[in-house]
């Protein structure tokens, strides 16, 4: 499958400050990618240069076969742009702002299939002035929707959002994967990342330093923890092979007619790899 | 073409709904022309009736309040809010969303200018206007002149909440100095001295000398020279300093 996105030795400085030193990647048609750090790691940075918004100092950058830096009308057709803080007019309503949007491009989706896939149905007609924070970024993901692109920018989707508009949010990104889209999501939420991207990268202080499948970079490191409390102490064992040292656990503990009391297995999550790897680079 | 007229349609109704610009910008000259009109509309002052006077000062109030305030503090907010940094990333074409913002500018400012004339005529008696294609060349020249200053001033804006006291600290001296409100000759010189470089008294003037004194925009080549050039400086300042992303980004 080809690449929608490939960055290679990317850098980027303002003034002393190097916000970008080298960072590589590419993303292939149709995954969902995470770019994931701390804040000041170059996160938006990276984004702005490949939506067009800013220009590289140096390395190449390609999205959708074009350089975001030369890219012209026909090539914002294809793109959708979520950037991180939520702006449109105040006094249009939620079909009204899609409206004016899809007007801008070729072939643009139904206003009410968009209203659908942002759950905003019940809000159609209401004013952007009067939506909350989570609906105004559902509205948002919508604009950027609403030109059918190939591929979607989202900057901190659902920073700042409770819980449920969270999840709400997550599946209207989820519903983009069954479309086909190929989505590039920063996100500084382990979990967010976890639960909806193909693959991700860590970016730490300009750098990449970490990148693969959730799974992959959770299985790189530390082994598999299995805690149990004997005699009221918490005992806590890991392991490269799970499967054997539970076995011999539980049949020893059998065998002894104990009862292993608040057994746990758990896998490192993805934010304990992130942790360690953020603080390594910060070192 | 029908992107430009899709772009000037909800440009339109995002105007009609600003209830802040519609009376800042729309009904303030016009009350304040009625206020002034009552009060002294009378006398007589550079030689025509009062009102008279005022009805042209009114609308070099208008053109201001308009073309240049309301446009300058719209899109120093629609920027530093991040809308027209979205705009960028959409196929919109800039100049025709600026195309589009300035035809809705100077719709607004002509049926003001209408109303105001209509006012002055409906309370004040004054006489319908003799040379019409002169008087909308004027109209649409001041405003057009304006509009390129207001556009340019954005770019010195820093931040939204300036965009008002930074607009009011120009206008509302300008309005009182190339005498909107009455006439400049009873000034001191060193007040009018400022006054002869401002665009709106050459406006006042040009406007005024096209609805009392029975000229034609073509006799007036020196207004229209130096609001030309007004023009010219805005539209170079706004080449230069325009932006579309905010201040932090």
Known sequence: MSNAVVVSDLRKSYGDLEAL???????????????????????TTTVEILEGYRKRDS?????????????????????????????????????????????????????????????????????????SGGQRRRLDLGLALVGDPELLFLDEPTTGFDPQARRRAWESITALRALGKTILL??????????????????????????????????????????YRRDGQEVVLRTEEPTRALHDLTAQAIAEGRELEALEVRRPSLEEVYLSLTDEAAE | MSLFLHELRYEM???????????????????????????????????????????????????VATAFAGLTIVLVI?????????????????????????TTTM??????????????????????????????????????AFAALGVGLTGLVRRAEGASAVVNAIYFPMLFLSGSFFERSTFPGFLRAVADVLPLTYFINL??????????????????????????????LAVRRFRWVPQEG
């Open chain 1, 21 to 43: 030193r080298g960072a590589s990647f590419e993303i292939a048609a149709g995954e969902i990618f995470g770019l994931l750090g701390p804040n000041g790691a170059g996160k």
């Open chain 1, 59 to 131: 390395g190449s950058v390609t999205v959708l076969g074009v350089d975001p830096a030369k890219a012209g009308q026909r090539w914002r057709e294809r793109i959708g742009v979520v950037l991180q803080s939520s702006a449109m007019y105040q006094s249009l309503s939620v079909a009204e702002s899609l409206a004016l949007f899809a007007g801008y491009y070729e072939q643009p989706r139904g206003i009410d299939e968009v209203v659908e896939l942002i759950g905003l149905e019940a809000k159609r007609d209401v004013h952007v002035r009067k939506l």
């Open chain 1, 186 to 227: 920063t996100t500084h939420y382990l979990d967010e990342a976890e639960r909806l991207c193909d693959r991700v990268a860590v970016l730490s202080d300009g750098q990449i330093v970490a990148i693969g499948r959730p799974g992959e970079l959770t299985g790189a490191l530390p082994p598999t923890e299995i805690r």
């Open chain 2, 13 to 63: 109704r995002l105007y009609s709904r600003s209830r802040e610009l519609a009376f800042f910008t729309f009904l303030l000259p016009m009350i304040l022309f009625l206020l002034l009109g009552f009060a002294y509309g009378d006398q007589r002052i550079q030689g025509v009736k009062g009102s008279n006077y005022l009805l042209t000062g009114t609308l070099g109030y208008g053109v």
């Open chain 2, 78 to 102: 629609r920027r530093e809010e991040g809308i027209l940094k979205r705009l960028r990333s959409t196929p919109l074409p800039a100049p025709i969303y600026l195309l589009a913002v300035l």
């Open chain 2, 107 to 144: 719709t607004a400012f002509l049926v003001q200018a209408v109303a105001i004339i209509a006012l002055g005529m409906a309370v004040f008696g004054a006489s319908f206007p003799d040379h019409l294609v002169s008087l909308v060349i004027a109209l649409v020249l001041g405003a057009a």
């Open chain 2, 207 to 236: 406007v005024f000398a096209v609805m009392n004194k029975g000229d034609q925009i073509w006799n007036r080549p020196g207004d229209v020279a130096v609001l030309v050039a007004w023009g010219l400086i805005g539209g170079a």
